[in-house]
């Protein structure tokens, strides 16, 4: 079984800090997609990474996957209270369409 | 935004009755899944499905089917509800490509089972 480990599990800071999600694992990915949840709501995808190393960029975001295509990162500069939200890392086994493995998620909460 | 809708929205029921969720794509991707999202576990698999009339079984199936009899349309089934499959469902869609599988879900169904 594949398990994803995220941390944090929650995150608490400042409007302009900046903050970092991890998203680990022992196994190999395909690919790693990160989504964003708001409550009530299902979770809308972000960014999919599928290379090893590769680096994407959405606006004040940066998604990174690692070398061995084991874990990832997010990266927030400047957060802003817009940015609040449950961050979701989940990987992809295989190149199939089998479903897919979920971290538990990151709560973020950033105070005006 | 992907065309995925569920229904219902909201459903209370008691343990032992039967309860069908509908998940309806307008997308005609070829994959659909069923998942289910619970506090300190994150989203589990149930089922999912890679056809019309083929379909699997995923992390968490027991107590559950599924039916695809429709390439737009997957149902998830819970044949006598039980306090423990209280959860918020979600169903999600994918046409996967060179590896990358993105999906994409819907609003979510919230079952509570008394």
């Known amino acids: 079984t594949q398990l994803l480990e995220q941390s944090p599990q929650f995150l608490s800071i400042q409007e302009g800090e900046n903050l970092t999600v991890y998203c680990n694992s022992s196994s190999v990915f395909s690919s790693l997609q990160w989504y964003r949840q708001e409550p009530g709501e299902g979770p809308v995808l972000l960014v999919t990474?599928?290379?090893?190393?590769e680096v994407k960029k959405l606006k004040r975001l940066t998604f990174q996957f690692g070398d061995a295509r084991k874990d990832s990162s997010l990266h927030i500069t400047a957060a802003q209270p817009g940015d609040t939200g449950l961050y979701l890392c989940a990987g992809a086994a295989g190149g199939g369409a089998d479903g897919l493995t979920f971290g538990k998620g990151t709560h973020l909460i950033i105070q005006p | 935004d992907a065309g995925i809708t569920q229904s219902p929205r909201h459903k209370v029921t008691e343990t032992g009755t039967p309860v069908t969720l509908r998940c309806h794509q307008t997308?005609?991707?070829?994959?659909m899944y069923w998942y289910r999202q619970d506090p300190g576990h994150g989203l589990r698999l149930i089922h999912y499905?890679?056809?019309?009339?083929?379909?699997d079984k995923g992390e968490v199936s027991d107590g559950y089917s599924v039916s695809r009899s429709k390439t737009e349309d997957f149902l998830l089934t819970l044949e006598s509800a039980t306090s423990s499959q209280t959860s918020v469902y979600f169903c999600a869609i994918s046409e996967s490509w060179a590896g990358r599988n993105e999906q994409f879900f819907g609003p979510g169904t919230r079952l509570t089972v008394l």
């Open positions: 499905s890679y056809g019309v009339k083929d379909t």
């Open positions: 990474v599928v290379t090893g190393g």
């Open positions: 997308e005609n991707h070829r994959y």
